[in-house]
Nanobody, 125 residues
Framework: VQLVESGGGSVQTGGSLRLSCVAP????????MGWIRQAPGKEREGVAA???????AYADSVKGRFTISKDNGKNTLSLQMNNLNTEDTAMYYC????????????????????RGQGTQVTVSS
């Protein structure tokens, strides 16, 4: 089963990007879906999660700036990123976690085994 991310790019500080993840083999309404990111030389970091009940959770570093959403019918996961700063520069990965439990920490844990190929986000000052 594939997770395919898109939407990354290069923006200046304060700019916005919208990431998308298509996962045709997953049933979004029975999975916890989320995003993690990893910058060169740094540990992976859970960014956002959305449960089968559409409840959301965010890392403190992105609260108020990022919004995660999903379209169950289209099997599409999105991450709207606003007011980007240089600390947001990283490769972003989509993650799928089976079951009803959902949290940023769980998404980060599952990213070790189930994630897409990533999309690069670069923010310059």
């Amino acid at each position: 089963v594939q997770l395919v991310e898109s939407g990354g790019g290069s923006v200046q500080t304060g700019g916005s990007l919208r990431l998308s993840c298509v996962a045709p083999g997953y049933t979004y309404n029975s999975h916890c879906m989320g995003w993690i990111r990893q910058a060169p030389g740094k540990e992976r970091e859970g960014v956002a999660a959305i449960g089968s009940d559409a409840g959301t959770a965010y890392a403190d570093s992105v609260k108020g700036r990022f919004t995660i959403s999903k379209d169950n019918g289209k099997n599409t996961l999105s991450l709207q990123m606003n007011n980007l700063n240089t600390e947001d520069t990283a490769m972003y990965y989509c993650v799928a976690v089976p079951g009803s439990l959902c949290s940023v920490a769980l998404v980060e844990y599952w990213s070790r085994t189930v994630r897409g190929q990533g999309t690069q986000v670069t923010v310059s000052s």
